[in-house]
């Protein structure tokens, strides 16, 4: 099973600041990630997938980026509604190996 | 629009059976590929189950094979899990989850709100 790992685990950032958060496979898995949003008490919602793909409706200042074992999500100026728990997740080998990372925590500093 | 609304959930016993079911509505329930995730209370998220748009195939991972079985009906636009020898460790909220395919690959983009299953005597 492919380990994701994300760091760090809890990170305290202010509002219009730039947030960077890592995620990193225990082997590579190419492209074939993706970056989830949830919020306290919601379902999570897609951000990014293919590493860099953002999905439909995703503001502009959601990037993601890296290939292989190392992936980053960065936010580059924070609104209110960005704190949340983030999740990375690997699908390179769909649909018998579809693994999450165990999530980072963004507080408002 | 895209909606998900599932059901079923509640406290069972461990070792007895529940059935989730989860309403599909705004798309064609039949032309895409689903999931089940769930997530412990203040833990992370955990793959469960996908069964292919035509129901052709499914797929579980390690913690449920052999436990619980997905299926659907396109005619009624609804997913379902039937989970069999529950556990205390399958406490968690089940979320159904639209799988999204495009050339840089597959995740979901539509999830369920979710609904809680509780494993407890």
């Known amino acids: 099973e492919i380990v994701m790992t994300q760091s760090p685990a809890t990170l305290s950032v202010s509002p219009g600041e730039r947030a960077t958060l890592s995620c990193r496979a225990s082997?590579?898995?190419?492209?074939?990630l993706a970056w989830y949003q949830q919020p306290p008490g919601q379902a999570p919602r897609l951000l990014i997938y293919?590493?860099?793909t953002r999905a439909t409706g995703i503001p502009a200042r959601f990037s993601g980026s890296g290939s292989g074992t190392e992936f980053t999500l960065t936010i580059s100026s924070l609104q209110s509604e960005d704190f949340a728990v983030y999740y990375c997740?690997?699908?390179?080998?769909?649909?018998?190996?579809?693994?999450f990372g165990q999530g980072t925590r963004l507080e408002i500093k | 629009q895209v909606q998900l609304v599932e059901s079923g959930g509640g406290v069972v016993q461990p070792g007895r059976s529940l059935r989730l079911s989860c309403a599909a509505s705004g798309f064609i329930f039949g032309s895409y590929g689903m999931h089940w995730v769930r997530q412990a209370p203040g833990k992370g998220l955990e793959w469960v189950a996908i069964?292919?748009?035509?129901?052709?195939?499914?797929n579980y991972g390690d913690s449920v094979k052999g436990r619980f079985t997905i299926s659907r009906d396109n005619s009624k636009k609804t997913l379902y899990l039937q989970m069999n020898s529950l556990r205390v460790e399958d406490t968690a909220v089940y979320y159904c989850?639209?799988?999204?395919?495009?050339?840089?690959?597959?995740?979901?983009?539509?999830w369920g709100q979710g609904t809680l299953v509780t494993v407890s005597s």
């Open positions: 293919g590493a860099s």
């Open positions: 082997q590579s898995v190419s492209s074939n």
């Open positions: 997740q690997q699908y390179n080998n769909w649909p018998s190996s579809i693994t």
């Open positions: 069964i292919w748009h035509d129901g052709s195939n499914t």
């Open positions: 989850a639209r799988e999204y395919s495009s050339s840089v690959g597959r995740t979901f983009d539509y």
